[in-house]
């Protein structure tokens, strides 16, 4: 639905689909790299969750990327308590696969030091799967906290009322999204 309301906004979004279970954060960030620059003069980029790490390492190493600006959805960027919590089974890191266990299951201190102007979205309803795996701190989107979604060095960051999952499907998810790779501001601070 996001991409859809993307498209409908005046975007016109492309999906790219990596392997999560069999990737490395340095591959995937470059099939990120390489397809942004197929894209033409201006590549906006939007991710959710793992997807936003992979972004920022592409927007991080990849070079002569076409300018634009990124919004990360939820991103676990400081890590993840419900993946390391996961990643102490005895079949933890089979679930996570290696991308998800080597990047989110220890805590990480990412900051954004580029050109590129990076809008963050993090979510304060506590609805989904990660709560039932980890004590997450409050506020959280039932997945990734709040504080862990905080990207030192962004351009901007909001809190809306939605889950983690419930950010691909969310009215005022896509309205900030399209509001920010417009203009460079979230929509309260377009006021």
Not at 129 to 136: C, T
């Amino acid at each position: 639905m996001l991409r859809d309301r993307l498209q409908r906004a005046g975007f016109a979004p492309s999906n790219l689909h990596y392997s999560s279970m069999h990737a490395t954060l340095a591959g995937a960030a470059a099939v990120l790299g390489e397809r942004l620059r197929t894209i033409g003069e201006t590549a906006h980029v939007v991710a959710h969750s793992l997807g936003a790490i992979v972004a920022l390492e592409a927007l991080s190493t990849a070079r002569d990327l076409p300018p634009g600006r990124a919004v990360f959805l939820g991103p676990p960027v400081q890590g993840s308590r419900a993946a390391k919590a996961i990643a102490s089974w005895s079949h933890g890191p089979q679930i996570l696969g290696g991308l998800a266990l080597a990047e989110l299951s220890t805590t990480r201190e990412r900051r954004w030091d580029g050109p590129r102007e990076i809008g963050v979205i993090a979510g304060s309803r506590s609805a989904g799967l990660g709560r039932l795996f980890a004590d997450l701190p409050r506020p959280n989107d039932g997945t990734v906290s709040v504080c862990e979604a905080r990207l030192p060095g962004a351009s901007a960051e909001i809190v809306l009322d939605v889950s983690h999952t419930g950010m691909l499907f969310s009215t005022a998810v896509a309205v900030a999204t399209a509001t920010f790779l417009a203009s460079g501001l979230f929509p309260a601070e377009s006021r």
